[in-house]
């Protein structure tokens, strides 16, 4: 083979071969799920449940039911604050996260911690994650709202964790574990929250750049102003 043809020929190969390269990383990037991290206490972690039917297990496989490639990462830890949640946010919300779903606040209550403390808390979190381009669903207390801090902040607010399986903070029995004074969840239970949850989370996979783009106002799921301070753990 002549060198002119010789060279002609490996350019071509090694050109065909660097764009099967190419297309092969950009399928895999692709490919990669969307990742989303659960962030909070117990009502998170899935305190006595198996980790299969804790909420984040439990939401991961609804959003994939519907089409959604997604992992949901479990960051709760049982008996967190939101001073706890604040101290481990880095290593708890990793590198790749688009989504984080933050719940503190029963413990704060349960512990008497200043409203004001907590409100800080909160906040410090929110911005801290959105600082990083992560879309923020954050969850309040029945009675204690954080829209306000919600809505300042481009997050987009969940009012109540336990829509479905309480009614004016009274759960269900058989929403709840068994000799639990703290009426932590059961498997049934989680199940309700995340048929309620699902649809508001799928709303930032379809629009990833609503809770950016959205006024500080108007968030669809915002309560009125939270009283001055919260009264009692749910």
């Known amino acids: 083979m002549p060198k002119y043809h010789f060279m002609q020929w490996a350019l071509t190969r090694a050109f065909s071969a660097l764009l ?3 297309a092969g ?3 895999a990037a692709r490919a990669e799920p969307v990742q989303i991290v659960a962030f909070g206490d117990s009502n998170t972690a899935g305190f006595r449940v198996r980790n299969e039917n804790a909420y984040p297990a439990q939401l991961e496989r609804a959003l994939r039911a519907k089409g959604h490639d997604v992992r949901v990462l479990n960051s709760g830890v049982s008996g967190n604050t939101s001073s706890m949640g604040l101290a481990r946010i880095d290593r708890a919300v990793p590198a790749g996260t688009k989504i984080a779903i933050v719940y503190f606040g ?3 209550v ?3 911690i200043e409203p004001e403390k907590f409100r800080a808390n909160i906040e410090t979190i929110v911005k801290r994650l959105r600082a990083r381009d992560i879309r923020v669903l954050l969850i309040g207390l029945r009675t204690f709202s954080l ?4 809505a300042a902040n481009g997050a987009v607010y969940y009012p109540d964790f336990f829509a479905g399986v309480s009614r004016e903070g009274e759960k269900d029995p058989k929403y709840t574990l068994i000799f639990d004074p703290i009426q932590h969840l059961n498997a049934a239970g989680y199940e309700v929250v995340v048929s309620h949850l699902a649809p508001v989370v799928e709303s930032l996979l379809a ?3 609503a809770a950016d783009s959205e006024p500080a106002t108007g968030h669809l799921l915002s ?4 009283p001055a301070r919260p009264s009692a753990a749910q």
């Open 20 to 22: 099967v390269l190419l």
């Open 147 to 150: 829209a306000d801090i919600a």
């Open 223 to 226: 309560m009125p102003a939270p």
């Open 25 to 27: 990383a950009f399928q």
């Open 106 to 108: 029963r413990n704060d």
């Open 207 to 209: 629009k990833p750049q």
């Open 110 to 112: 349960r512990w008497g």
